[in-house]
Nanobody
Framework: QVQLVESGGGLVQAGGSLRLSCAAS????????INWYRQAPGKQREFVAR???????NLGDSVKGRFTISRDNAKNTIYLQMDNLKPEDTAVYYC?????????WGRGTQVTVSS
């Protein structure tokens, strides 16, 4: 098992930046991959970014060129750097961990981008 705790959300103006953190309760090397998803009101949960234990990364099409995912193994933490934020990025952002066939979710952090 793993507990995932997101932080770093908040209110920001369009064009601004935020950095989200996803702190894991165990070594990142023991987690196959960690993903960021987001869910806006009335919409389905959307894939945002992924990083694997081997540092492979990929980003959703809507955030490419603006968001970056990275890891700090010493802190067992995954970061999502979000630049040039847009109002349509407003959502609750969730961290998801994969260990074998099991999936674990954090509780999410709210990001609100004002126009």
């Amino acid at each position: 098992q793993v507990q995932l705790v997101e932080s770093g959300g908040g209110l920001v103006q369009a064009g601004g930046s935020l950095r989200l953190s996803c702190a894991a309760s165990r070594s990142l090397f023991s987690i196959n991959a960690i993903n960021w998803y987001r869910q806006a009101p009335g919409k389905q949960r959307e894939f945002v970014a992924r990083i694997t234990s081997f540092d492979g990364t990929n980003l959703g099409d809507s955030v490419k060129g603006r968001f970056t995912i990275s890891r700090d193994n010493a802190k067992n933490t995954i970061y999502l750097q979000m630049d040039n934020l847009k109002p349509e990025d407003t959502a609750v952002y969730y961290c998801r961990g994969e260990i074998g066939d099991d999936v674990y979710w954090g509780r999410g952090t709210q990001v609100t981008v004002s126009s």
